[in-house]
């Protein structure tokens, strides 16, 4: 019996090593093999102004425990991420997400210019291979369109992976990949090396559709809300006249 124990335990021991051996190299760095079997996705969900942006880290094997990773996703001008919304999920379901600058939320498209989203994914409870994070992102008013036309595309970037160790103080440089600096978490208190990730798989921009507005509705749209103004009014004012104003 306790043979059998010894046996047992020395294969976990052997299988341990082989796996850390794939993942580290050099003591403090990455397996090239390892980062050949570490993929990107990302997905669009919902539909209208109002959308979430689902991205994915994919491992072959389950998720090093010290293993960290950032996703730097670049958005256009056509976008935003409401910051305040953004604190709310940090609190409500752990979402790090970070900001490096103010957002206005009610700029249009056209008066607005892209901006970097530093998006640290955590690890899927369902799969221990997957890192992943759920961000909601808002479509921002177009410029009306004289020519008919209902729909604005929006083009959004694939994003980069940048990852590191918790244990690793020196990160080992890795060609093609490159050593970069970026800040540790989303509470934006220090910065740390990443390496960042040379994508071999051919990443495509996503594509969203905007609804926008028709240049020949404003005269109508114009006189329905001063016409709806002016009936408030006048009710507002029968009332104040038949009854008068009431007294404290």
């Avoid at 072959?60 to 999920?89: E, M």
């Avoid at 390496?195 to 240049?215: C, F, N, S, T, Y």
Wanted: glycine residues 6%; contains cysteine.
């Amino acid at each position: 019996m306790e043979v059998r124990t010894n046996v047992v335990f020395f294969c976990f021991i052997c299988l341990s090593l082989w796996y850390h051996g794939e993942v580290y190299s050099g003591g403090c760095g990455f397996s090239e093999d390892w980062l050949m079997q570490v993929t990107v996705s990302a997905e669009i969900q919902k539909s209208g102004f109002h959308r979430e942006l689902v991205l994915s880290v994919h491992c072959a094997a389950d998720v090093p425990d010290d293993l960290q990773a950032l996703l730097l996703q670049r958005l256009p001008g056509g976008i935003y991420i409401d910051s305040y919304q953004l604190s709310s999920l940090q609190q409500d379901r752990g979402l790090q997400v970070l900001l490096d600058s103010e957002i206005d939320l009610e700029a249009p498209a056209y008066s607005s210019s892209g901006f970097p989203a530093f998006v640290f994914p955590t690890r899927d409870v369902g799969d221990t291979n997957r890192l992943w994070a759920k961000v909601p992102i808002h479509g921002r008013y177009q410029r009306p369109s004289g020519s008919g036309q209902k729909w604005e595309q929006v083009y959004i970037e694939a994003p980069q992976l940048l990852l590191r160790f918790d244990l690793c103080k020196e990160l080992q440089p890795l060609p093609p990949h490159k050593l970069v600096e970026a800040p540790c978490s989303a509470l934006n208190i220090s910065m740390c090396i990443w390496l960042k990730i040379h994508h071999w798989q051919d990443q495509q921009a996503m594509r969203i559709e905007i609804p926008v507005g028709h240049q020949h509705l404003m005269v109508p749209v114009c006189a329905g809300t001063l016409l709806v103004t002016l009936l408030c009014f006048g009710l507002i004012a029968r009332a104040v006249l038949a009854h008068g104003f009431s007294q404290p």
